[in-house]
């Protein structure tokens, strides 16, 4: 342990034990004065009791000693600090007053009976005596405890003298092994300065030595903060292209959003267009059906036409204009026959192309379906392609922002290695300055043992 310390050591020893001295005797000399306040106001009650009896058998009464007597029995036990009485912590002190606020309880009831009752005087009197007995001997047990304990109090406070008697002769003994030993210490530092003189000269050459590696940690650490430099312009290179690249993807976003845009709207006509045939192909059902029924009513005249000819044939001169009307007739019939069979080919033409094209309609709106579904997967990946590049993006930043910060940080180490470089120089020359206080040391430390 070095000197200092163990005179520091002896110091707080002694400033410890006078602490403890002190807080001892302060600790035995506040319970002597709380034990001697408790057996005052034992008294104060034994004495305020008898005045309260004397004043109760004079037929006045007096509340307010009793409150009083109340107040200082409780504050005996339970500690009242406007009274100065601490709570009694001792068991056996504690017994004799729980004992004299006992019988003072039974007192204030041979009051209350006296005070509704005269006749009960002889009781009041008698029982006051024994209260008197028994709060006597409470103040004598208090006291004599008292004096034991002021007796053992007395002999702590002895205890703790005779122990800083010791804690003194300790100290003095401390320092004169303090003295020995600084004397010893003297001598080895004496043989010591020799050593650690030659030692310094070979420090100053080991200081010499890093210097010059000093320096060249310092031309690699500026080859370092130049690739650094060239390696912050190519990052900024990498994000201005990825700044490019990310805005043609938006704007191929765009560009493919509008194309579904267009198609949804496409698909919607195609929509409406095959409803269209589809309504179209049920009305050309309705017309073969006309047409049908047209021809059916021709065969129809025609049958009538026939039938009226050769009404007329039997009819003679008389049928003849009535038989051209019956030609005229049929052959209308005829007429009309073939142009319904006519209608009734070219509506079977008409539908079976419209149920090509229904066909056709259906399988290509099917294939747009398809191709619509194809095309918003299509955008769905490439939202996620424009969101992989944003990422690309906020990545390359977050990359120029660390390449930046190595630079920096290449700077720092470069100034620190200047700045280890000029430290390793100032070394140099302390070694040498060194040197010379050694010198005065081992002059001084020579000083010392003479006056020692």
Excluded at 279 to 291: C, F, V
Excluded at 390 to 412: H, Y
Aim: no cysteine; proline share 1%; hydrophobic share 45%.
């Amino acid at each position: 342990m070095k000197t200092t310390a163990q005179l520091r050591l002896a110091a707080a020893a002694l400033f410890i034990s006078s602490t403890i001295s002190l807080g001892s005797v302060y600790y035995f000399l506040n319970q002597i004065r709380n034990v001697v306040r408790g057996v005052n106001t034992a008294g104060i009650v034994r004495g305020r009791t008898q005045r309260l009896v004397k004043l109760e058998l004079a037929g006045q009464r007096s509340d307010e000693l009793i409150a009083e007597i109340d107040r200082l029995t409780a504050g005996l036990i339970n500690g009242d600090v406007s009274l100065g009485l601490p709570r009694v912590q001792d068991p056996e002190v504690l017994q004799q007053y729980q004992a004299i606020a006992k019988s003072w309880h039974n007192l204030k009831r041979f009051i209350a009976d006296f005070r509704t009752n005269p006749t009960a005087k002889d009781s009041l009197i008698n029982y006051s005596e024994n209260y008197w007995e028994i709060t006597n001997d409470g103040v004598t047990a208090v006291e004599n405890y008292s004096s034991t304990k002021l007796f053992r109090y007395q002999v702590n406070i002895l205890i703790i003298f005779a122990l800083n008697l010791v804690v003194a002769s300790a100290l003095v003994g401390i320092i004169f092994y303090l003295q020995n030993n600084l004397k010893n210490n003297l001598k080895t530092l004496a043989n010591y300065s020799t050593e650690i003189a030659s030692t310094i000269i070979g420090q100053e050459l080991l200081t010499q030595k890093q210097a010059i590696a000093v320096d060249q940690t310092k031309i690699i650490m500026g080859k370092l903060n130049h690739f650094s430099q060239d390696s912050i312009e190519q990052v900024i290179q990498v994000n201005y292209r990825a700044e490019e690249v990310k805005n043609l993807v938006e704007h191929s976003h765009k560009t493919e959003e509008k194309i579904l845009a267009d198609l949804v709207f496409l698909s919607d006509n195609i929509e409406k267009f095959y409803t269209e045939i589809v309504d179209i192909r049920e009305q050309t059902k309705q017309i073969a059906t006309i047409s049908e029924l047209v021809s059916e009513l021709a065969n129809h005249t025609n049958m009538l036409a026939l039938n009226a000819s050769m009404e007329a044939t039997r009819a003679g001169e008389k049928g003849k204009e009535f038989a051209l009307v019956a030609k005229e007739i049929r052959q209308l019939s005829n007429q009309s026959q073939k142009a319904g069979e006519k209608i009734y080919l070219l509506i079977a033409q008409v539908k079976q192309n419209i149920k090509s094209t229904v066909s056709f309609t259906d399988n290509s709106r099917q294939i747009f379906q398809q191709k619509l579904k194809i095309t918003r997967k299509m955008l769905n990946e490439f939202e996620q392609i424009v969101e992989a590049m944003n990422a690309v993006f906020l990545n390359s930043e977050e990359i120029t922002a660390i390449a930046r910060q190595q630079g920096a940080i290449v700077q720092e180490a470069l100034a620190a290695i200047q700045e280890i470089n000029r430290a390793a120089q100032a070394s140099a020359a302390g070694m040498s300055e060194a040197k010379k206080e050694m010198e005065q040391l081992e002059k001084v430390a020579s000083n010392l043992k003479a006056i020692i």
